[in-house]
Structure formats: C-alpha cells, structure tokens
C-alpha cells in the first residue's frame, strides 16, 4: 500500500514538472494588458560618467507598444517614446530640454531576467533619445543615444504581473558633445510605470 502511494506520488509531481516545463518551453511572447503607457521621474539625473556633473529633473514619457503581444526577439523594435517632457522649474544643478525632432524614440527589447515561466523584468534598449543639457555658465551639451550607444532601462515586474517601474542601467554611458561638457553621461532614478491616462493602474505583464 504504501509503496502504491509513493508511486502516485511520484507520478503527480512527475506530472507537475512536465507541466511547468512545457509552459516555460510554449511562453515565446510576452503579453501587456495595455498598449500605451506613462513613465513618472519625480527625479530622473543625468550626471557624467563618474557621478560629476548631476542634472535632476521631474521626467516623464509617454509611449505605446507596436502590440499587446510581441515574441521574445533580441533587439526587437517593440514600441516608441512618443512624448517626453521635462519640469525644469523643478530640476537642480542645471536645466535639461527635451529635442522635440528627434520624437518618436525607438523602444527595442533587450531580455528578460528571472527563470521562466516566471520572471522579475523586462530589459529595453532607448534609441535616438536626443536632449540638451545645461549645467550653468553658459555651458550647453548635447546627449544622443543610438544603437551603437543605447540607453537602457529595466522593468521590474511584481509576482502578479504588474510592472511597478523603470530604472535606467547607471552603468550603460551615451555620447555627449558640446565644449567643456564631459564626453559621455549616464542615467539613474526609479521611474513608477502606468498605463497611460490612470496614475493609479499598473500595465499587466503576463507570458503566453
């Protein structure tokens, strides 16, 4: 009797695992209950690579996924930054402005971190980002991300799906031109992400 019931058991959990690994094996794409979405900076700094320099400033972003559902492709254009604004009345250490032209901005996934099926976040590349920077005395540098040097963000997601924030790679330096400006900068802040109109509605991120 008992050695049937280990036996059963051993099936259950045999079971269970070839369950958990067929979904991890099926779960190509990543699905978002929203297509559009708001990126709040209540205090987003672009210093020099070393830390000199500090630019903070309340930021927030706008944008949309191509779609809902997008596979898991390395470097996939999956949206755009249609819409940045900075609050300079409120920025220290200097001001920063937004170069309008360079809008839309390519969002372009980069990976995910945690085990599938579960997983903890969502890594993207920021592309063709443009700003102006001014530090004081006059000093004015231009910054650009590209795909040689990208910008990138990471997306953390709670155990029920919701993506909570964006927090810029403080390691991960873009270009930066002008006279007595340094040559490259960095980003660091926690953004709160939203769905885009609800200050109080998180985008849903699930695998399928």
């Known amino acids: 009797m008992r050695n049937r019931i280990h036996v059963a058991l051993a099936a259950v959990l045999g079971a269970l695992t070839l369950a958990v690994a067929a979904h991890a094996a099926s779960a190509r794409n990543l699905s978002y209950s929203n297509q559009t979405y708001r990126i709040i900076w209540t205090s987003l700094t672009f210093s020099e690579s070393g830390g000199n320099f500090p630019i903070s400033c309340p930021v927030t972003l706008e944008g949309s996924f191509h779609s809902r559902t997008f596979a898991k492709v390395l470097n996939l254009l999956s949206g755009y930054i249609t819409r940045a604004v900075v609050n300079n009345a409120a920025c220290t ?47 004015s540098c231009l910054a650009r991300s590209s795909t040689t040097f990208p ?32 040559s490259a900068g960095v980003f660091s802040g926690a953004g709160e992400v939203y769905v885009l109109g609800n200050t109080s509605q998180r985008v849903r991120l699930l695998l399928i």
């Open 93 to 139: 250490e200097g001001q920063a402005t937004i170069l309008s032209e360079s809008l839309p901005w390519h969002v372009n996934y980069q990976g995910f971190s945690g085990t599938l099926p579960v997983i903890i976040g969502v890594r993207y590349y920021l592309i063709g980002a443009a700003f102006q920077v001014e530090p004081g005395l006059g000093v």
């Open 151 to 182: 910008a990138a963000g990471d997306a953390a997601r709670e155990a029920g799906g919701n993506i909570t924030s964006l927090t810029p790679d403080p390691e991960l330096a873009i270009p930066v031109t002008g006279t007595n400006c340094p």
